[in-house]
């Protein structure tokens, strides 16, 4: 095909990004005329909601994967799924900041910042090649590190800074990974058969080295240990809409690609990496559950529960079946709901100045709606029936299982057991909100409203987590249909 | 009518619950009396049940309806359903538990704070015991199960004593991480386990009956009987067995895992101890009996004379904590352990006898853990002390009082006449004959566990000394005026108990007639199931 035609029909596929791309522009434009916020939360709204309805009408019509742009990205219906996901994220971190009461700076700049992180979280998912993924990782990371800033106070400055430095290292580590792997096989289109044969063919050593450092990228993005460190520190200085985004958006894109990735890694063989993710795995679930049980700062808290939450994730991943794809998928959705639910809940909250755990005694008597929503959001998070939660652990859980009787690889049984027994160590943080909002004493009691925009929000997150407890099949059977090709 | 039975005692509390949460705050006080009606109404069903159900007649008042399939491509079809019946182990149960719970609306009578917030919890609790006693699917079970803890937590942490939140906390982790080693092997089994499906797809269901039958596995899954998978000493099953072992053991309690269980006791309000003792105790037992064993017989053969001596060491440690207690509510958390150990080797005997009397001691436990803690209750309404030196010569001042005391005393020690003499009786029979029936057990384990009555009649008589007779006296800062008679309100709860305890003690074959088609079946069953799985390793 003529290479100008194929930009054209290509840019046709790309219309939601296309959307985002001019959204972000007309931000910018708009907030150097008009200074009226919403303004700009409806725009942002409109962009995030349109890009989310056309990915839906896209997978409405059903898509074969396509290789666009001469290979340099792909869409799918795995694809397209985590596209959507990743929209909702966006829709749901804009509708958020609608609702915070915080007094808000530099709003169109704000709202571009999170267009472009979806953008680059859009544009991930979908790259087939080593320069796109790079390029948009660092799309991510670079509005992430201003976002993190953005509720400019000391602590954010020094969040987004820690989280500047971390994230470079671990970008220049990944680009010298890229750069070996790029050296080995002479091909950029890391799912192309000369990159699997490239790879094949290098000494052990080298090829540990050149996919471990590339590793260090991905590992970073999604919060796993060893590369976790940033993540408490950035969550406590971001303001809450932005550390929702941050633990659902960049986090999925980031799985998606990771799961492309190492299925492709993976083809050489040896070294086993499903050995390699287990032990990230275990390390990641135990850090994160862990370090969680002495935070008290609430924020800190969630960017434990956050780090854990990886760990799961990364359970689905460590499978290497169709189904754990489907699973990580199914596990992702819930996810989404459960974490915006919890976020929408802690910034009510934090509205009316409680951020310690401390704070939040007697809570439960004089917001009891909020107090039993958030009660919701943390047992669907600890993974209890009758909450979604618990279904999306039961499905993860089950293709570890499944996998063990497949493979017969013990490490699979010892990251089923630790998994599990991570959750009762996680119910013991999870509770301790709504345990101080409803067992401890009050100190005031403020009136109470009940019918509230986010209440009304807060019920439907509510309602589809228990509704995808008792009805799985509601959005197993859209991800049935989705086969997984890296 | 007949079909809807298990699902209206289930979802009658819950749709209560729900009105529960709309209801405003004002019309807290009539929030009891729905309660209380709704208690009423699962009693009349279940009295009405009683002519509908067949003691023969196998599992009853099935209801099956599909809850979540899921195709799972060319892994196959997960499937789970709303699948609940009874029979002669559920169903004493299920009387039991309805009993129990009517009674403990009425002893929540005098609970004021958060009234609204407390039926609700209790509303909830109700729904999720009967649901766990009568699902016959495991996901569904699961979700009963799950669910029990989360009420149980907030009526203990909210309503509860001085160390309340230690308390809830211990009590949710515990049992919690005995539901994660249910968790583990019931996703291994429903991945194992498949239905016919003439489509030729595989169905892996959460049905417990199809687990209990060997031909129902997927040839070599991993808990495939046929699977010759080692890890350590035991096979896979084994591991299985003894995951599902612990986790109902932490439950039930048995001794070394029964530590959560004092400090939840000693915490909780009257009412909630009542519903922790006299039934959430016996889920453990149920769970045993319903999932451990069938489905893993020859692991349950394995590991019988291990049950027995966990068994044995539980009555013997929990009669001697009891002795040593000084709190009397300790004291009666204590002799439940105790109690509960003669489940476990009535279990283990694997014989008819010990089995019915096992099942027996679930039910007459019951009933007289509930009087024994209404009666602590009793006490501690009035004096807000429950320290046992400090009270001496109480006969002298509640003579009704005492009278209910002795009773339930005599009852729990085992005396004849009553409930709990019958039930360690076969149990003991069971223990006893096990070494020659079946060779499962070493007689020394019956020996040891006669002890345990002599030591149950010890810390009793010895409490009854010091606290009932002699002079009257009472120390700290409980006043004489303090110590008034029962009320009527009092007597409404006590007499029932009183009476069932004494009713069951008299005329066992009311409650044999259930319990033993089953026990005789359950028996037959795990010998033979057990036997040949053991011969073709």
């Known amino acids: 095909m003529d290479s100008l035609e194929s930009i054209r029909w ?45 990915e839906l009408l896209r997978w409405s019509v059903g898509n074969e994967p396509a290789v666009l742009f001469n290979g340099v990205i792909k869409t799918g219906d795995f694809v397209v799924f985590l596209n959507l996901i990743i929209s909702l994220g966006g829709i749901l971190t804009v509708i958020m900041t609608w609702l915070s009461t915080r007094p808000q700076q530099r709003l169109p700049e704000y709202y571009a910042l999170i267009l472009a992180v979806i953008l680059g979280a859009h544009l991930l998912v979908m790259s087939e090649s080593l320069l796109m993924l790079f390029i948009a990782l660092e799309l991510i990371s670079i509005c992430s590190y201003v976002l993190a800033a953005f509720a400019f106070d000391k602590s954010a400055t020094e969040g987004s800074l820690k989280y500047f430095v971390f994230g470079s290292v671990a970008s220049a580590v990944m680009i010298y990974g890229f750069s070996l792997l790029y050296g080995m096989s002479g091909t950029l289109t890391f799912t192309s058969i000369e990159f699997v044969q490239g790879i094949a063919e290098q000494p052990l050593p080298l090829f540990l080295a050149a996919s471990l450092f590339s590793l260090a990228g991905f590992l970073y993005k999604v919060a796993a240990a060893p590369m976790h460190p940033w993540v ?57 559950n862990f370090s969680a049980l002495w935070q008290k700062n609430v924020k800190r808290l969630m960017a434990y529960s956050s780090i854990a939450q990886s760990g799961f994730l990364l359970v689905a991943v460590v499978a290497f079946s169709a189904n754990g794809y489907q699973y990580f998928l199914f596990y992702a959705s819930v996810y989404l709901l459960i974490t915006f639910l919890v976020f929408l809940y802690l910034q009510e909250f934090e509205n009316i100045g409680v951020t ?15 107090a039993i929503f958030l009660l919701v959001g943390m047992i669907a998070l600890t993974g209890l029936p009758p909450t979604a939660g618990f279904t999306a652990k039961l499905f993860v859980f089950s293709t570890l299982w499944d996998g063990y009787s497949v493979t017969g690889k013990s490490l699979l049984l010892w990251v089923l057991v630790f998994g599990l027994l991570n959750t009762v160590v996680a119910l013991f943080y999870y509770l301790r909100i709504p345990y101080f909002a409803f067992v401890r004493p009050a100190t005031d009691a403020p009136a109470e409203n009940n019918f509230t925009k986010t209440n009304l929000l807060g019920a439907i997150l509510v309602f589809l987590i228990l509704l995808l407890f008792f009805k799985p099949g509601l959005l197993m059977g859209w991800i049935n249909k989705i086969n997984f090709v890296p | 009518m007949q079909h809807y039975l298990i699902s209206l005692l289930i979802f009658i509390p819950l749709v209560a619950a729900l009105a529960g949460l709309i209801i405003p705050a004002r019309a807290a006080n009539s929030f009891r009396y729905l309660t209380l009606a709704v208690n009423i109404v699962q009693l009349f069903l279940f009295i009405f049940s009683v002519s509908l159900y067949a003691p023969d007649g196998g599992m009853q008042f099935i209801e099956k309806q599909p809850w979540i399939t899921l195709d799972l491509g060319s892994w196959g079809v997960l499937k789970a359903e709303y699948f609940v019946g009874m029979d002669g182990l559920s169903y004493p149960l299920i009387g039991l538990s309805v009993f129990v719970l009517l009674l403990t609306t009425i002893s929540s009578w005098t609970i004021d704070t958060s009234v609204k917030g407390y039926f609700t919890l209790l509303l909830v609790l109700n729904a999720s015991i009967i649901g766990s006693f009568t699902a016959l699917d495991m996901l569904l079970f699961y979700l009963f199960f799950e669910f029990m803890l989360l009420p149980m937590f907030f009526l203990i942490a909210i309503w509860g004593g001085a160390r309340r939140e230690y308390a809830s906390i211990k009590f949710f982790l515990y049992t919690l991480l005995g539901s994660v080693f249910i968790l583990i092997v019931m996703i291994g089994l429903y991945i194992s386990v498949h239905e016919g499906n003439p489509a030729g797809q595989l169905v892996h269901s959460f049905n417990m009956l199809n687990m209990q039958d060997p031909s129902h596995f997927i040839s070599n899954a991993v808990l495939d009987p046929n699977n010759s998978w080692q890890l350590g000493v035991f096979n896979a099953r084994q591991w299985a067995f003894l995951l599902l072992f612990l986790g109902f053991a932490i439950k039930l309690p048995a001794a070394p895992l029964h530590t959560w269980l004092p400090d939840a006791h000693v915490e909780a309000p009257t009412p909630v101890s009542v519903i922790l003792a006299a039934i959430l105790l016996k889920i453990g037992g149920y769970g045993l009996a319903r999932i451990a064993f069938p489905i893993f017989p020859e692991a349950a053969m394995y590991f019988s004379t291990f049950i027995g001596i966990i068994g044995v060491v539980s009555i013997v440690y929990g009669a001697l904590n009891a002795m040593a207690s000084k709190d009397l509510k300790r004291l009666i958390a204590y002799s439940s352990v105790s109690h509960m150990g003669f489940v476990l080797l009535g279990l283990a005997s694997l014989t008819q006898e010990g089995v019915t009397g096992a099942l027996y001691q679930m039910v007459s436990h019951g009933i007289i853990s509930a009087m024994l803690f209404l009666i602590v209750g009793v006490l501690y309404d009035r004096t807000h002390n429950r320290t046992i030196d400090f009270y001496s010569g109480l006969s002298s001042r509640m003579k009704a009082y005492t009278g209910f005391v002795l009773v339930a005393f005599f009852a729990s020690m085992g005396l004849p006449g009553f409930s709990g003499f019958i039930a360690e009786v076969l149990v003991f029979l069971g223990a006893f004959r096990a070494p020659s029936a079946n060779g499962l057990l070493h007689e020394s384990l019956a020996i040891i566990a006669t002890s345990g009555l002599v030591f149950g009649a010890a810390y009793y008589l010895w409490t009854l000394q010091r606290m009932f007779f002699g002079p009257f006296n009472v120390k700290g800062r409980i006043l004489p005026e303090q110590l008034t008679d029962l009320t009527r309100r009092e007597y409404l709860m006590l007499i029932p108990l009183g009476l069932a305890a004494f009713c069951f003690g008299i005329f066992p074959q009311l409650l044999i007639r259930y319990i033993d088609p089953f026990a005789k079946g359950f028996t037959e069953i795990i010998l033979a199931a057990g036997k040949a799985l053991t011969l073709t390793p």
């Open chain 1, 10 to 54: 290509s840019a046709v596929a790309l219309a939601p990004d296309l959307m985002l791309a001019s959204g972000i522009l007309l931000l910018i434009i708009v907030g150097l005329i008009w200074r009226n916020a919403g303004l700009f939360h409806g725009i942002a709204l409109a962009v995030t909601g349109i890009a989310f309805a056309w």
């Open chain 1, 232 to 288: 408490p520190d950035v969550y406590e200085g971001a303001p809450m809409p932005v550390v929702a985004f941050f633990s659902v958006v960049p986090k999925v894109a980031g799985f998606g690609i990771l799961c492309k990735f190492i299925t492709i890694l993976n083809m050489r063989g040896f070294p086993d990496w499903q050995l390699i993710l287990g032990v990230v795995t275990i390390a990641t679930l135990t850090v994160g």
């Open chain 1, 356 to 370: 310690t755990i401390a704070d939040y005694s007697g809570t439960g008597k004089s917001f009891l709606w909020p």
